[in-house]
C-alpha cells in the first residue's frame, strides 16, 4: 500500500546546531505535506505544510523542502533550542478528492542538548 | 477559537466491553478525522466524516465505528474491546477534508485490561 517512511527514528543535536529529518512517498498524486510536533501528552500540532505547487517554504526557524521527482521532503530546524525537543512526523495526502486522506510516517523523536 | 476538544482524556475498561469517544471540532469545520496512535503502529487513519457521512475509512475492523452530528461533533466508538485497542485516539478538524490543515486535540487515552 501506499505509505511515508521517515528518518531517522531519533536525533540528538546541540543547542544551536541545525536538525534535518527526511521522509519519502510512495503516491505519486500525493499534493499536500504537512509536518506535525507531538509533545508529550499532547496531540500533534501543525508547524509547518506544503503543497506540490511549491519547491521550498521557510517560517522563522523551520523549512520545508519537497522534491517531486525524487519523492522525498524533508524539515529544516535552525538555530535549535530545548523547547524543540519532542517527536516529529510527517505525512502525505494519499488519494485524490475527496477520498484522500493523510498517512504519516513513523516519527523522529529529536532531543536538543544544553 | 477554541481548538479541537476530546472527552474523555482517559479511560480504563475492560476486555469484552464497549466505548464511546467524543470530539468537539472547531467551531465552523465540517471534517472530522479520527486517528488511533500506538508505539509499534504509529499514527493510523480510522475515519473521516464530513456533514455527517462518513468519506473515508481506513483498514481497521467493522468494531471501530463513528458517526457525526448536525453540530460536526463526532463520536466514535469500539465494541468488544481487546487489549490491542489500548491506545491514544485522536481526532482532527479542518474546514473541508484532509488536505486542509488539520488540527488535533489532545487525544484520549484508552486502556483495555
Known amino acids: 500500500g501506499e505509505n511515508v517512511e521517515q528518518h531517522p527514528s531519533t536525533l540528538s543535536v546541540q543547542e544551536g546546531d541545525s536538525a534535518v529529518i527526511k521522509c519519502t512517498y510512495s503516491d505519486s498524486a500525493s499534493n499536500y505535506f504537512p509536518w506535525y510536533k507531538q509533545e508529550l501528552g499532547k496531540g500533534p500540532q501543525l508547524i509547518i505544510d506544503i503543497r506540490s505547487n511549491v519547491g521550498e517554504k521557510k517560517d522563522q526557524r523551520i523549512a520545508v523542502t519537497l522534491n517531486k521527482t525524487a519523492k522525498h521532503f524533508s524539515l529544516h530546524i535552525t538555530e535549535t533550542q530545548p523547547e524543540d525537543s519532542a517527536v516529529y512526523f510527517c505525512?502525505?495526502?494519499?488519494?485524490?478528492?475527496?477520498?484522500?486522506?493523510?498517512?504519516f510516517g513513523t516519527g523522529t523523536r529529536l532531543q536538543v542538548t544544553l | 477559537k477554541a481548538g479541537v476538544t476530546q472527552t474523555p482524556r482517559y479511560l480504563i475498561k475492560t476486555r469484552g466491553q464497549q466505548v464511546t469517544l467524543s470530539c468537539s471540532p472547531i467551531s465552523g469545520h465540517r471534517s472530522v478525522s479520527w486517528y488511533q496512535q500506538t508505539p509499534g503502529q504509529g499514527l493510523q487513519f480510522l475515519f473521516e466524516?464530513?456533514?455527517?457521512?462518513?468519506?473515508n475509512k481506513g483498514n481497521f475492523p467493522g468494531r471501530f465505528s463513528g458517526r457525526q452530528f448536525s453540530n460536526s461533533r463526532s463520536e466514535m466508538n469500539v465494541s468488544t474491546l481487546e487489549l490491542g485497542d489500548s491506545a491514544l485516539y485522536l481526532c482532527?478538524?479542518?474546514?473541508?477534508?484532509?488536505?486542509?490543515?488539520?488540527?488535533f486535540g489532545p487525544g484520549t487515552r484508552l486502556t483495555v485490561l
Open positions: 505525512a502525505a495526502s494519499i488519494g485524490t478528492g475527496t477520498a484522500s486522506k493523510l498517512t
Open positions: 466524516y464530513f456533514s455527517e457521512t462518513q468519506r
Open positions: 482532527a478538524s479542518s474546514p473541508s477534508g484532509s488536505t486542509d490543515t488539520q488540527y
